[in-house]
């Protein structure tokens, strides 16, 4: 019991000692003369970031290629505007890595594919009598967000992660032959093996610019996905064709931050100071 006696008292007097070193973190005090030798001895550490919030909209242009198989000789088909909106979540993981987050959002986006025509003959290849097929997609996504800062401005951006979307609309462009044919009538229609899911692997890299509470996001992203644009055997069950998105995109995005990248928020630096007051009342 008495052992339990001496404990107690010698906690208590730990804990108010560690409590007063964390203040002391937080708050410091100068001396009463500050000069040039006491300014030489501090030593000032750099600044981790922030866990905080970011949350913006971006828009850019779409460069839909596609995998094909049997394969084809494919172009840039070229589609805009493509936008979208995400939050960002910093968070510094396992405490020691400050440059990890997670971005989830929304956008609309497109798929599809143009056929290449041969330099000599003129020839290209059609699907269902379309060389060029544009498919308007919203979509979701979820990634993992990985930055670098460089200086106090400037920082670069990695990220990687899936999405997934419903294909909404379908345009196809036909060759003139067939133009007349029953081709025509799924011009911008959907046939029963489209499918019309999809879903897949999308990330990017980027260059930030901070301008507090403002970021100014510059990246290009790459989605390929893993869900074909039509049943595989939908010509004929012995013999398998597919064709899989594979897209680029270069987006400019505006993001704002909602809690500081840097130092305390208003709620946060009320807290401490009441904490303050009470200690020093205390004493």
Known sequence: MRKLLLIVPALFVWVSAQAQIDLDKEFFSLPEEVTGEYLDSMKIQSVKPNDYWAVGV???????????????SVRWNVQYPVYGFSFIR??????????????????????????????????????????????????????????????????????????????????RVLESYYEQSSYAQYVNEFRDYDKRWT?????????????DPFEFHLSVQVKWGWESFWKPDYASPYYYRFAY?????????????????????RSQLKKMAKEIVNYRSAE
């Open 58 to 72: 971006w828009c850019g242009a779409s460069l839909q290629y596609g995998y094909f198989n049997p394969p084809r």
């Open 90 to 171: 910093h968070f510094t993981m396992f405490g020691i890595f400050p440059n990890m987050g997670l971005e989830f959002g929304a956008q609309q986006n497109y798929e599809g594919y143009e056929f290449k025509a041969n330099k000599e003959t003129g020839n290209r290849a059609t699907e269902s009598g379309a060389y060029k097929v544009n498919i308007k997609v919203p979509e979701v996504f979820f990634l993992t967000h990985f930055h670098i800062d460089m200086a106090d401005r400037f920082k670069i951006l990695a990220k990687i992660g899936l999405y997934g979307g419903y294909r909404q609309s379908i345009e």
């Open 199 to 211: 879903y897949g692997v999308q990330g990017g890299l980027g260059l930030g610019l901070m301008l």
């Open 245 to 265: 998105p594979l897209d680029l995109a270069p987006t400019f995005g505006i993001y704002y931050q909602l809690s500081p990248r840097h130092g305390h928020t």
